[in-house]
Each structure stands twice: as structure tokens, then as C-alpha cells.
């Protein structure tokens, strides 16, 4: 009996949680995992954002570092198997905890870990493990980054260049990344695709605005937080709700309506085949409205 129970705790120790990780490549220099269009759930894992990684010559860096501990060493696992490179830098484009609680994973490879000053303003690494399954947050602990870019610092490593526009656009930690050798550029959740954005802790100027300026950047592939368009145009479907939230919610303050009001009856219907419409869009419209009320 012992022996069979030994060999249960064997196989399950051997054939635990995987999340099952396949990169795709997006050009010859970039490889990107792309998460699931929903919400952290106890299917994805946490595993609904995107993780890129940058080749450069003789290592890699890791744009956001993903959801836990186990989805990063996976990651690196795979991205091993297509170049045996060390992972030497892993930038946070932001402090939401999707984005950077694999950060425990590749400190302890020895990577040096970059993002914006602002980084601990709405920081938030709290709730991933309430909404996934415990054997995926598995020695998920919060790794904080070891170097922080000042407002419109940019730092060049490799062919790549980090730059922090220290504009208050998703959250107040936003900064951007651009590969100059492959015209790419990777930008965090400045960029959803396929499902609707959070406002949450962002601005609506601040993020137009973030958007205008990477845009006049030379690339061709462009990069989102969530989301499978690689596209250079793949910006659009975030700059073209954010400009309508913000004229429905002027017009609504305009003409009197109240926040919860204007929360229930501004929709938005070309929106609403997409994932996380109903959970996303009143919140958005609220918040919206909070913003604007004062201006
Ligand atoms: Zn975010």
C-alpha cells in the first residue's frame, strides 16, 4: 500500500499543473505567449495576458513576466527549447498582478528586473490567487523589480529600448518597450484587443495621449497586454472605445444625466459580441464619469 501511495505522490509530483505553453512567434526576434480573452478563472490560470520575449544577441528579455511562478519557468522551459539563451532582464510595463507575478521565477535565474518609478501607485497583487487554481499560484510570492525608470527615461539594452512617457494612461506605471531591430514595439494594456479594456486605474487622456506617442514610432508589429493582433494597426480597437467612452459620457454629463444612470444606459453595441462587454463596460462608463464630471 505504502508503495502505491509512494508511486501516486510520484506521478503527481511528475505530471502536476501545467499550463501547456506554446510560443508563437510574432517575427524572427520576438516570441509572445497569448493568454485567454477573459478574466483570471480557474481554467485559464491566470493565464489571459501576454508574455513576450525579446532574442537578443546571446540572451533574453521578458516583457511581463506573467501570471505565477510556474506559468514563467514553463515559458522559459519552452522558449529553451527554440534558443538556449539566459532570461538578463524582465521589464513589469505595469503593476498589475497578471503582469509581473512571475518576476520570483527569473530573479532567481539571476535577471535584473525593470519598470517605472510609479510602479507601487495602484499596485495590485492581491487577487490572482482567489481566482485560480492553488496548484497553479504554487510558490507564487510578489518579487518586486530591482531598477525603475524616472519620468521620460528611456534605458537601451541590447537592440531594445524601455521608455517611460510618465504619462498616467492604463495605470500609473505604463512604460513601453520598443525593438528597434525587429520594428516592434510592445506596450502592455495601452493595447487590448479582442476583449474590452479596464479603466479601472487609468485616465482616458493620459491613455490617448500615451497612444499618439508610441504611434509615432517606425514599427511594424505592435504589441498589446491582452489580445492576439500583432498588427501595426492593432491599436485601433482601443483608441476608437476610449474616444467613444469619452464623448457618450461628455454628451451624458451635458444633458444632465446622473453616473449611475449614465452607467446603465450608455451602451455601446458594436462592442458587445466581445469578451468581458458585460462585466467591463458599466464600470467603464462609471469611471469615465468620474473622470470627466470635474473637467
Ligand atoms: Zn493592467
Avoid at 481554467?43 to 513576466?65: P, Q, R, T, W
Avoid at 492593432?234 to 461628455?250: A, C, G, Q
Wanted: proline share 2%.
Amino acid at each position: 500500500m505504502k508503495f502505491i501511495i509512494g508511486i501516486l505522490i510520484s506521478v503527481n509530483l511528475l505530471f502536476g499543473f501545467s499550463y501547456n505553453l506554446e510560443p508563437k512567434a510574432v517575427n524572427n526576434d520576438i516570441y509572445c505567449f497569448f493568454g485567454d480573452v477573459k478574466e483570471p478563472n480557474k481554467h485559464n490560470n491566470g493565464f489571459m495576458v501576454n508574455s513576450c520575449y525579446i532574442k537578443e544577441d546571446g540572451f533574453y528579455i521578458v516583457v511581463d513576466s506573467g501570471p505565477t511562478y510556474i506559468f514563467a519557468k514553463e515559458s522559459f522551459e519552452a522558449m529553451k527549447k527554440i534558443d538556449d539563451l539566459p532570461v538578463k532582464y524582465v521589464i513589469n510595463t505595469h503593476s498589475h498582478d497578471d503582469h509581473f507575478l512571475g518576476n520570483g521565477y527569473f530573479k532567481s535565474l539571476g535577471a535584473v528586473i525593470y519598470a517605472s518609478e510609479k510602479f507601487h501607485e495602484n499596485r495590485n497583487d492581491g487577487r490572482m490567487h482567489e481566482h485560480i487554481l492553488p496548484e497553479a499560484f504554487d510558490g507564487t510570492t510578489t518579487v518586486l523589480p530591482d531598477k525603475y525608470l524616472t519620468n521620460a527615461e528611456e534605458i537601451i539594452l541590447g537592440t531594445t529600448k524601455i521608455i517611460n512617457k510618465g504619462l498616467h494612461g492604463h495605470s500609473t506605471s505604463d512604460i513601453i518597450v520598443y525593438n528597434e531591430k525587429s520594428k516592434t514595439m510592445l506596450v502592455g494594456d495601452l493595447v487590448f484587443n479582442e476583449r474590452v479594456l479596464a479603466l479601472r486605474d487609468g485616465t482616458i487622456k493620459g491613455w490617448l495621449d500615451y497612444i499618439e506617442f508610441f504611434k509615432a514610432y517606425d514599427y511594424e508589429y505592435l504589441i498589446g497586454g491582452h489580445g492576439h493582433d500583432t498588427s501595426r494597426q492593432s491599436y485601433i480597437f482601443t483608441k476608437d472605445y476610449l474616444t467613444r467612452l469619452e464623448n457618450e459620457v461628455r454628451k451624458a454629463i451635458e444633458m444632465g444625466d446622473g453616473i449611475d444612470e449614465s452607467a446603465k444606459i450608455i451602451k455601446f453595441d458594436d462592442f458587445s459580441d466581445y469578451a468581458l462587454y458585460e462585466e467591463l463596460h458599466s464600470k467603464n462608463v462609471f469611471k469615465a464619469y468620474q473622470l470627466l464630471e470635474w473637467e
